[in-house]
């Protein structure tokens, strides 16, 4: 009997522990879908962090500029040796862009060839490029990546990819379905949100409100607290597999009450419907509100300017109510 049951108690260690590996591998495999790469690694966030992945991916680390604004790498880009260069914005030390360059080529036919090469790949990865001014430019909606050549003077040339992010680190805008580098929001006739929302060049939100907050990783906030009337609430986000907020959840102990907000998108990832819940202290609903959007416009981000919200409204012990409210709204973005 004891050999049964020690080996029984073995066997669920091992279940354990590869369950324990699976979901280690899970969170280590998960991907911000909301940033640019760079050979695989979110380019974005505290350079420390990046340094870290790049090093797992076997580049070295050979140097840094005298301002600790560039630090320099060695390894393989796309099979061939190349050297990297990080630039890091300080004072926070975020990364800021990659810089590579692969050579010296001493022969046109050579360069033509790898650049060909390096074309080809990024296509794959990144899609169709466009030519200008003498650079091949792959434009994407989180970042760009410029390549070129440049004669060093001496007979010889290089091939030089630069990548540049333009997304904030921060993304405090997803949270109200919003693309691109927004600075402020302007609603009239607001009903879930706020008639103004300011975001930081970094991406947070300047909503004083929201204190104590806690990010993962990417930059998602996932939890925040908010000082009410009946005391503080604890608030906690959630995200599906492309990063879009599905579930808000309000919690306050002092009056036994719990608001949970749930998201549903349509295909361009705006928010179509918005379902609230309020529960009691027994866990029963006790009211609800469904709102129903119906964008008529936006702006050259995607970004909706003009809404048709049909709301539904039910309390406990009244019949529901339903009424309609024509939304409109101004974005100013950081780069404008």
Request: hydrophobic share 35%; glycine share 8%; net charge negative.
């Amino acid at each position: 009997m004891h050999y049964l049951c020690s080996t029984m108690m073995k066997k669920l260690l091992i279940l354990l522990l590869i369950l324990a590996g699976m979901t280690s591998v899970q969170a280590q495999s998960r991907r911000d879908t909301r940033c640019m790469d760079f050979m695989g690694i979110p380019l974005e966030g505290p350079v420390d962090s990046f340094v870290v992945a790049l090093k797992e991916k076997g580049f070295t680390e050979w140097g840094n500029s005298d301002d600790g604004e560039d630090l320099y790498f060695r390894g393989d880009y796309y099979g061939i040796r190349a050297k990297v260069m990080v630039n890091v914005q300080l004072p926070n030390r975020f990364v800021q862009s990659v810089y590579v360059t692969i050579g010296p080529y001493r022969t046109k036919d050579m360069l033509t060839r790898n650049h060909t090469y390096f074309l080809n790949k990024l296509e794959k990865e990144y899609g169709e490029y466009i030519a200008r001014g003498g650079a091949e430019y792959f434009m994407g909606e989180y970042g760009d990546i410029k390549v070129s050549e440049n004669n060093n003077g001496n007979g010889s040339s290089d091939l030089n990819f630069f990548y540049m992010p333009s997304t904030p680190f921060y993304k405090d805008a997803i949270i109200f379905g919003l693309k691109g580098h927004v600075q402020e929001v302007t609603t009239e006739n607001a009903v879930a949100e706020n008639p103004l929302e300011r975001f930081a060049r970094n991406g947070k939100m300047e909503n004083p409100d929201i204190t104590e907050r806690k990010y993962d990783a990417y930059g998602y906030l996932i939890q925040g607290k908010m000082l009410e009337r009946q005391g503080m609430s604890i608030i906690n986000y959630e995200y599906d597999a492309q990063n879009r907020l599905v579930k808000r959840t309000l919690t306050n102990k002092a009056a036994n009450i719990t608001y949970i907000h749930e998201y549903v998108y349509n295909e361009k990832d705006e928010i179509l419907n918005l379902d609230q819940k309020v529960f009691d202290e027994t866990n029963e609903c006790v009211m609800s509100i469904n709102m129903r959007n119906k964008y008529e416009d936006h702006d050259d981000m995607g970004n909706w300017t003009r809404n048709a919200l049909n709301i539904v409204y039910w309390e406990k012990g009244a019949q529901s109510q339903t009424t309609n409210v024509i939304q409109t709204r101004k974005i100013r973005y950081w780069d404008e």
